[in-house]
T-cell receptor, first 114, second 110 residues
Framework: ETGVTQTPRHLVMGMTNKKSLKCEQH?????MYWYKQSAKKPLELMFV???????ENNSVPSRFSPECPNSSHLFLHLHTLQPEDSALYLC?????????????FGQGTRLTVV | SQQGEEDPQALSIQEGENATMNCSYK?????LQWYRQNSGRGLVHLIL?????REKHSGRLRVTLDTSKKSSSLLITASRAADTASYFC??????????FGAGTTVTVRA
């Protein structure tokens, strides 16, 4: 248990659906991240937030829309996804403001787009 | 963008043997980290080595870093079945981003 909780753990959605992934941490970390992990590929950094301000959007398609209402919660809103978006979506946090760079990951959401 | 690249992609060893995997990267780093991932789950931080360090130990883990070659290695000694997992290196360039490779899948046979 890393202290980072992601829900749901599994999600199946159609290409016309709208769904949201949720990430929560009460570790007091200032930085939060969304990563996409596809089979046999490196983890792809999608978004970075620092104290709820977005600092990085790694050329992610607009069908992925992040939201960070406070420094403990991070959402990833999904709409009109494609089958190739099926992957494991990982949320992470780190206490960068304390000079520590280690990332604490959630268990991930396994997304299947049908 | 991908920074670390692990080698080999997959490794199968007998319980009790040592497992060694390597990571190469391309640009200057602040530190390099190794993570473990059990099947379909989140990554767990194992060990961090700073750019001014050459070697670090943590239990059965030994990490080396050669900044002149832009490479690192992770050695797991006396492997156990529970070490079966994927191992990832991640580089930090002090820019609020960790860049990961595709990982090495380690299978420890009983």
């Amino acid at each position: 248990e890393t202290g980072v909780t992601q829900t749901p753990r599994h999600l199946v959605m159609g290409m016309t659906n709208k769904k949201s992934l949720k990430c929560e941490q009460h570790l007091g970390h200032n930085a939060m991240y969304w990563y996409k992990q596809s089979a046999k590929k490196p983890l792809e950094l999608m978004f970075v937030y620092n104290f709820k301000e977005q600092t990085e959007n790694n050329s992610v398609p607009s069908r992925f829309s992040p939201e960070c209402p406070n420094s403990s919660h991070l959402f990833l809103h999904l709409h009109t996804l494609q089958p190739e978006d099926s992957a494991l979506y990982l949320c992470a946090s780190s206490p960068r403001d304390r000079g520590q760079t280690e990332a604490f990951f959630g268990q991930g959401t396994r997304l299947t787009v049908v | 963008s991908q920074q670390g690249e692990e080698d080999p992609q997959a490794l199968s060893i007998q319980e009790g043997e040592n497992a060694t995997m390597n990571c190469s990267y391309k640009t200057s780093i602040n530190n390099l980290q190794w993570y473990r991932q059990n099947s379909g789950r989140g990554l767990v931080h194992l060990i961090l080595i700073r750019s001014n360090e050459r070697e670090k130990h943590s239990g059965r883990l030994r990490v080396t870093l050669d900044t002149s070659k832009k490479s690192s290695s992770l050695l797991i000694t006396a492997s156990r079945a529970a070490d079966t997992a994927s191992y990832f290196c991640a580089t930090d360039a002090n820019d609020y981003k960790l860049s990961f490779g595709a990982g090495t899948t380690v299978t420890v046979r009983a």
